[in-house]
């Protein structure tokens, strides 16, 4: 007997759709299978003050300078994750909050960013150490393309709140950053905006490591 039409034995089983309600003042995002917060204590290392980032977690332990809160599917190989950053203002020293930063562990992965509130900045970094920096605002969606480095930055008075989406297999590499001594630009206040200074504990990537970013491209996604 004749199959119907794109009838198959072996047809997969189908994740459900679902909605999701973002709520742009909170950051909140309504059914997150995961959610995770960023304190000051835990992003040692990252900012280049150290007495600052000292005093910071002494006088004010446990802030959370960052939560993450996001929808991933059942299969990891395929579909979208996304989710919501909500950061909170301030700064150590002269340097504005920041997230971790990341490039994908599949570097060919792309990722958006859309600004629901506040106001901040995309730090994008390719792995010959080139700087690009995007503005974020409300209404306002950054590409994050292949290959590029990227780090949030809120650099307004208060929360700053994006939607983000990518590939559900794309994973996250933290530690590129942190070999590296940081990302080669920081981003400072000069008291009524923000400026972008050279990070002088910057170590350029040799030939090997940003080979070996390119060869970690997979075009099967």
């Not at 340097?95 to 106001?119: K, S």
């Not at 070996?212 to 997979?218: L, Q, V």
């Amino acid at each position: 007997m004749p199959l119907g039409p794109r009838a198959s034995a072996r047809a997969p089983k189908l994740e459900e759709p679902t909605a999701h309600v973002l709520t742009p003042h909170s950051g909140a995002l309504g059914a997150a299978s995961a959610a995770y917060e960023k304190r000051i204590e835990d992003l040692a290392g990252i900012y280049a003050d150290q007495d600052a980032f000292a005093a910071s977690c002494a006088d004010r332990p446990g802030q959370i300078v960052y939560r993450v809160e996001d929808v991933r599917p059942a299969v990891a190989s395929r579909g979208l994750i996304f989710g919501t950053t909500y950061m909170a203002p301030g700064r150590i020293g002269a340097e504005f909050f920041v997230t971790r930063g990341h490039i994908h562990a599949i570097a060919n992965r792309p990722e958006t960013y859309r600004g629901e509130r506040g106001q901040g900045l995309m730090l994008l970094e390719n792995p010959e150490g080139e700087t690009r920096i995007l503005e974020v605002a409300p209404k306002v969606t950054v590409y994050v393309p292949p290959f590029w480095i990227n780090r949030s930055v809120n650099v307004g008075a208060e929360p700053l709140v994006m939607s983000f989406c990518y590939p559900a297999d794309a994973g996250q590499d933290y530690a590129l950053i942190a070999r590296a001594g940081g990302m080669a630009t920081r981003i400072l206040s000069d008291g009524a905006g923000w400026r972008a200074a050279p990070n002088p504990s910057y170590r350029p990537r040799g030939a090997e490591e940003i080979a070996s970013i390119y060869a970690s491209a997979d075009d099967t996604g």
